[in-house]
């Protein structure tokens, strides 16, 4: 995976053509998951495919016991699923609202198409997706970050959240750790710090060949290599 690149390249998609999914394409896609990476201690989602009626499918799972952290590592599992997904052209999104009961959230992904006037004014509700500034983010030294350690926040940064909430802060505490904290601990948001987990690990582990992940709180982890 080219995790700067797709962080990049990944965007909300809230339109999109219908179509039908092919065993091969069902074959390829379920194959995604053998690619990906856990955090410590959890007990991997059991990801499921099928047909979505409003694109070309979606990924989900049912979560039956209700605890934080399965949300936790839903999101940061299902964040690397979206981004595999862009690797491969699809246009993705993460729906958390209107889910069957016990599914965190579905993956959906298709082929884009032009957003009608519903999607146009989500779009403009959640700001059009644009970022708050840099240094809103941090706390602690900026100074100890380096120009790898930057690019690894600033793809952090570029993590979808709930109506772009964005709820999250980092704190470097130095040259090579980084501790995330999630700001706003509403239920809605524990898949977001899922989501930034996972591109934290993905960018460290293209930049430096490896990943160190702690819970240190169940809201604050450190990351390191």
């Known amino acids: 995976m080219e995790f700067f690149r797709l962080a990049g390249e990944r965007s909300t998609v809230r339109s999109y053509v219908i179509q039908t999914l092919s065993n091969e394409e069902k074959s390829n896609l ?7 990476l856990f955090l410590p201690n959890a007990r991997p989602v059991n990801w499921k495919l099928e047909e979505d009626a409003k694109a070309l499918g979606r990924f989900f799972a049912y979560v039956h016991e209700d605890s934080i952290f399965s949300s936790i590592e839903y999101g940061f599992e299902g964040e690397q699923l979206i981004l595999h997904l862009v690797s491969l052209g699809y246009g993705t999104m993460w729906q958390a609202i209107g889910t069957q009961e016990e599914v965190p959230a579905f993956l959906r992904f ?14 403009t509700l959640v700001r059009g997706g644009l970022r708050r500034p840099f240094q809103t983010f941090i706390k602690g030294e900026e100074g100890l970050l380096d120009d790898r350690q930057r690019r690894i926040v600033e793809a952090m940064i570029l993590s979808p959240s709930a109506l772009n909430r964005q709820p999250w802060s980092f704190t470097i505490l130095s040259n ?38 702690k819970k240190r709180e169940m809201f604050v982890w450190e990351l390191s290599y």
């Open 176 to 213: 090579n750790t980084l501790r995330i904290e999630l700001t706003d601990k509403k239920p809605l948001n524990f898949l977001d710090l899922g989501i930034v987990l996972a591109h934290g690990a993905l960018g460290y582990a293209e930049t430096y060949g490896s990943y160190c992940l």
């Open 110 to 123: 298709g082929q884009p198409k032009e957003e009608n006037l519903k999607g146009k004014f989500f779009k």
């Open 30 to 36: 379920l194959a995604l998951k053998e690619k990906l």
